[in-house]
């Protein structure tokens, strides 16, 4: 009996099928739009009689008539299924039985490489987001960017242009002036569209479809164009937007390349997962079922203590010290030795992100305040929540300068607006030059401020005193690091990113170093069981840039779990700086703000990498808290960090997200987290699924 492979693929907007037989030859495609079920529930009784009435009934007619029509009775006679696409869902699986899931990247991928096996660039254009596909030769992997939460270069915005013109989006592109300089907007697909009403009655039909059209590529290109910067050679332009040749017309003009449109573009998808359900089927047998996951997270001594500390300094009800609100830069060694009584704002405001019903009742405080989206999520909280009025307010000028401008407000509605003491933290440079001395007089300075603001008195024995307890809180913080660093995962990175150890208010006293030094024992058993005969190279190793999310969610689940790949390490716990001086507080800690990491980019972007290299990272997560608008991960710094991780042959992830408010979480999450996994698992095991049995 011929052998037959199904590939599934279910987008935002449109459900595609190919099947294949056994020598890669395309038997039968579909591509047809998908719509809500008449009755509009999603499933009827998890029975499936394949009636149509529900949303996963009409799923599961629409694979079974496809097969029909390919002349193949039931899913049975199809030797394996693979399936990809947005619309994928856990429960699919109970109406369309299939082998596989993959992601929408490496099906297209697979896709463009079954018709041009050397083919090095791919443009897929889809109703909800586009992805660009660039074959990267150093690192012999494919790398992939995918647009953001904007419907703007989408097929979304060319619908919403056709259904506004009146116009089916299929004839677009030959009612198009190809000639056309009408200038739309290219910032937002909402305000592009109502551009259109602008000129409906000034110009012609054909000069404001070619105008949209036009539009559509620039933006297609400023989404995800940056990873063809620099390249000359074909792309594969293919998904649903490329039947739009006006589209493909103003991509050639705008990059230069030479774009191709495959015979089957629209259902490339759904071919790539129909090539990788052939490709999984002569795999399945070599797969290895080893469980390579991530050490369970075992219930830690220190974790509890850590946990404990946070509980107390953040919801006890303090003992009667001086409060005083700090930012996450500013050294917590100065507060402690000083005597009062700590409320970092930001680690403050990640608490309350567990609770999304009293975020969402700060964001609406916030916003009546005036405080929209623009602002930092964390920022917003803070605003909109009631915090303990402190005697005086410090902050440090960098990174987050949003962060320091509104911790300025604050002070002003709680009427301390003119305690706010903020040090003069440069942006660049390190601690050459004058920055060094400069920081060390300013922190002196402050401290000097603080006394007259809270009453307390800097005594310099319990200044230095803080130096040695940070001292030794940095050597436990070190030694735990670097035995992170040489053995396998000694436990999921998905619970050590939550100790974001820098960021600790508990520097400078007794408590760190307990918890520190317990967490260092733990680490030295659990490096001690690790089973016989695995290695470092058994699993991929990946970094954590940046903070992780702070609500309930799955991603770094997905990560570990799911995908199988450890987060090794994680930014928020590298130990940059040199041992304090007790001798010269404020100099050391002075050269601590400087070398911790953060507050210069080159400096972080040198860190990252000479860490990672540490840890033997084969990959790199960056979470984009605020799409690109945090200071602390904005276009220039990925952009050095992608080269920059490029020399060291390490792919770049970049998830855009928000760590507090969980409505911006873009839906392709999920996706991109799976192709970049995919990726890495082609690179490292030879094939995408993962890896083989020993021989
Ligand atoms: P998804 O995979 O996200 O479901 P597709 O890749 O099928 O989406 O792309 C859907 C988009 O393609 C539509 O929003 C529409 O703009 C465009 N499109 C679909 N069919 C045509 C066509 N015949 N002519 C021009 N554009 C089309």
Not at 35 to 60: E, H, M, W, Y
Not at 95 to 109: K, M
Not at 182 to 199: D, G, P, Q, R
Request: glycine residues 8%.
């Amino acid at each position: 009996m011929e052998k037959l492979f199904l590939g599934i693929d279910i987008g935002s907007t449109t459900f595609k099928a190919v099947l294949l037989n056994g020598e890669g030859r395309v038997r039968h495609t579909l591509y047809q739009r998908t719509k809500p079920a008449d009755t509009g529930r999603v499933r009827c009784t998890g029975i499936c009689s394949g009636c149509g009435a529900c949303n996963f009934g009409q799923l599961r007619q629409t694979v079974y008539q496809f097969l029909k029509d390919a002349g193949v009775d039931s899913l049975k006679s199809v030797t394996c299924t693979v399936v990809t696409g947005s619309q994928i869902v856990e429960d699919t699986k109970d109406f369309v039985p299939y082998d596989f899931r993959v992601s929408e990247v490496t099906a297209h991928v697979a896709g463009a490489r079954h018709y041009y096996p050397d083919c090095k660039a791919i443009l897929d254009v889809g109703g909800q987001d586009s992805k660009a596909m660039v074959f990267n030769d150093n690192m012999k992997m494919w790398n992939y960017k995918m647009s953001g939460i904007c419907a703007a270069g989408t097929g979304a915005f060319l619908d919403s242009v056709a259904a506004k013109l009146n116009v089916p989006v299929s004839e677009m592109s030959d009612r198009a002036n190809y000639d056309s300089d009408l200038e739309f907007s290219s910032v937002c697909a909402v305000l592009s569209a109502t551009s259109i009403n602008k000129f409906k009655n000034r110009f012609p039909l054909g000069d404001i479809i070619g105008g949209a059209c036009r539009a559509q590529a620039r933006t297609i290109m400023s989404g995800v164009g940056e990873l063809f910067l620099g390249y000359k050679g074909d792309i594969v332009f293919q998904g649903g937007v490329a039947y739009n040749r006006a589209v493909a017309y103003y991509l050639r003009q705008i990059t230069g390349n030479n774009i191709i449109i495959p015979e089957f573009h629209g259902v490339m998808g759904a071919l790539g997962a129909a090539c990788l359900a052939l490709q999984f089927s002569s795999l399945k047998g070599k797969l290895s079922d080893a469980d390579f996951r991530v050490a369970p997270s075992q219930k830690l001594d220190s974790v509890s203590l850590r946990a404990k500390a946070t509980r107390s300094e953040f919801l006890g009800h303090g003992d009667q010290k001086p409060l005083v609100w700090r930012n996450l830069f500013f050294p917590a060694e100065l507060l402690n030795a000083l005597g009062v009584q700590t409320l970092t704002l930001e680690t403050y405001a990640a608490l309350f992100a567990r609770s999304q019903h009293k975020v969402k009742k700060a964001f609406d405080h916030a916003a009546c305040k005036g405080f929209s989206g623009e602002t930092c999520s964390f920022l917003r909280v803070l605003e909109g929540v009631k915090l303990p009025t402190p005697s005086c307010v410090i902050s440090t000028s960098q990174p987050c300068q949003q962060g320091e401008r509104i911790f300025r407000d604050l002070a002003r509605n709680y009427g301390i607006g003119d305690q706010v003491f903020s040090l003069h933290t440069p942006a660049a440079g390190g601690t050459d030059g004058s920055n060094l001395e400069n920081l060390a007089d300013d922190l002196e300075r402050t401290v000097h401020r603080m006394e007259k603001a809270t009453g307390c008195i800097m005594s310099m024995d319990r200044l230095a005193e803080a130096c040695e307890y940070s001292n030794e809180a940095r050597k436990y913080s070190y030694l735990c690091n670097h035995l992170r660093y040489d053995n396998i995962p000694l436990l999921p990175g998905r619970q050590a990113i939550y100790f974001a150890t820098i960021f600790s208010q508990a520097w400078g006293t007794q408590a760190l170093v307990e918890i520190q030094k317990r967490f260092y024992e733990e680490l030295q058993q659990l490096a001690e069981q690790q089973p016989a005969g695995r290695k470092l190279s058994d699993t991929h190793r990946l970094l954590w840039l940046h903070l992780p999310p702070f609500y309930d969610t799955h991603i770094l689940e997905q990560v570990e779990q799911k995908c199988k790949a450890p987060i090794v390490f994680e930014e928020v716990n590298f130990i940059g700086w040199e041992p304090l001086d007790p001798k010269d507080p404020y100099r050391s800690l002075a050269r601590k703000i400087l070398t911790t990491g953060f507050m210069d980019p080159d400096l972080r972007v040198k860190s990252i990498v000479e860490e990672g290299r540490k840890m033997k990272f084969n990959g790199c997560i960056l979470y984009n808290h605020g799409f690109g608008r945090c200071s602390m991960s904005d276009s220039s710094f990925v952009k050095h960090l992608r080269e920059e991780l490029q020399k060291a042959s390490v792919p770049l992830l970049v998830l855009d997200g928000d760590c507090v408010d969980t409505t911006v979480d873009p839906c392709s999450t999920e996706t991109k987290i799976s192709a970049y996994v995919e990726a890495l698992n082609e690179q490292k095991y030879g094939n995408i699924f993962g890896p083989l049995k020993e021989r």
